[in-house]
């Protein structure tokens, strides 16, 4: 499949805009992408010309531009599952006090699609649009674990296993062990692999043909909230859960 330069080029230039880096200035992102400078200030002219980059006129940084924020409330409202779980992330995180997410797969990631921030919650590191790694989340967990094995070893091809904390699962096998333990129980767990001292559940959402469609989390902090608490958390959870997957069609 031939690729087109200069689009691949815009399109990698956007991608090295993130949490760590909002603002950049046109020597980091020729740098990055080991471009000359008049080849990056010509591609960054025409993302800003159709509003995908804007510009500080007093520091001269670049940043995302507001057609993103457009295209991606239009991709969020095309989601039907994001307007099915939304009543029951209210009253999940009504009942617990936690924050709940909505956690869809994008290639070898988990995207928050909705959250809803628990009254009780001082996690607050989630963000719609946020990526997770699969290996480290529980949502990630749930959504690798009910994959078809072929779609599963495509994703697992070349996988990262990064090591966040002490906890962090550090490579395939122990990975497919923790997915057949998700796959056998329905629940899965962040034990402060992630982050330390967070400790999350997570359960699968499933459509009408009973592929995983989605996958629901709370977030807690050890220190807030014990083992028997969680328990009571995670009944609820899969209660959400099933209901939302009903919405769906989905049959058991």
């Known amino acids: 499949m031939p690729i087109i330069q200069a689009l691949d080029r815009s399109l990698k230039i956007i991608d090295l805009f993130d949490?760590?880096?909002?603002?950049?200035?046109?020597?980091?992102i020729s740098r990055q992408m080991n471009l000359h400078k008049s080849t990056v200030h010509s591609l960054l002219k025409?993302?800003?010309?159709?509003?995908?980059?804007d510009q500080d006129e007093e520091?001269?940084?670049?940043?995302?531009g507001m057609r993103l924020v457009e295209k991606g409330q239009l991709l969020l409202q095309g989601l039907d599952i994001?307007?099915?779980?939304?009543?029951?992330?209210?009253?999940?995180?009504?009942?617990?006090?936690?924050?709940?997410?909505?956690?869809?797969?994008?290639?070898?990631?988990?995207?928050?699609?909705?959250?809803?921030?628990?009254?009780?919650a001082v996690i607050r590191y989630s963000r719609i649009g946020r990526r997770v790694p699969l290996h480290s989340s529980a949502v990630g967990k749930v959504l690798a674990a009910y994959q078809p094995p072929n779609m599963l070893a495509r994703m697992l091809s070349g996988?990262?296993?990064?090591r966040h904390t002490p906890h962090t699962i550090d490579?395939?096998?122990?990975?497919?062990?923790?997915?057949?333990?998700?796959?056998?129980?329905?629940?899965?767990?962040?034990?402060?692999?992630?982050?330390?001292?967070?400790?999350?559940?997570?359960?699968?959402v499933f459509d009408h043909n009973g592929h995983v469609a989605a996958a629901i989390s709370m977030s807690t902090l050890?220190?807030?909230?014990?083992?028997?608490?969680?328990?009571?958390?995670?009944?609820?959870?899969?209660?959400?859960?099933?209901?939302i997957s009903l919405h769906l069609g989905y049959r058991d």
């Open 19 to 28: 949490e760590q880096n909002r603002e950049l200035k046109i020597t980091d």
């Open 46 to 53: 025409t993302l800003q010309l159709h509003g995908y980059i």
């Open 59 to 64: 520091t001269g940084k670049y940043r995302l």
């Open 82 to 120: 994001r307007q099915a779980a939304r009543p029951h992330l209210l009253k999940l995180s009504e009942r617990t006090g936690q924050t709940a997410h909505l956690v869809v797969l994008d290639r070898a990631e988990g995207v928050y699609i909705d959250k809803v921030e628990g009254a009780k």
């Open 159 to 162: 996988y990262s296993y990064s």
């Open 171 to 204: 490579g395939e096998p122990a990975f497919l062990a923790e997915l057949e333990r998700v796959r056998e129980s329905g629940i899965a767990y962040d034990r402060e692999e992630n982050e330390a001292g967070v400790r999350c559940a997570a359960a699968p």
């Open 222 to 243: 050890l220190s807030h909230v014990d083992e028997a608490m969680l328990a009571r958390f995670v009944s609820l959870l899969l209660e959400a859960t099933k209901q």
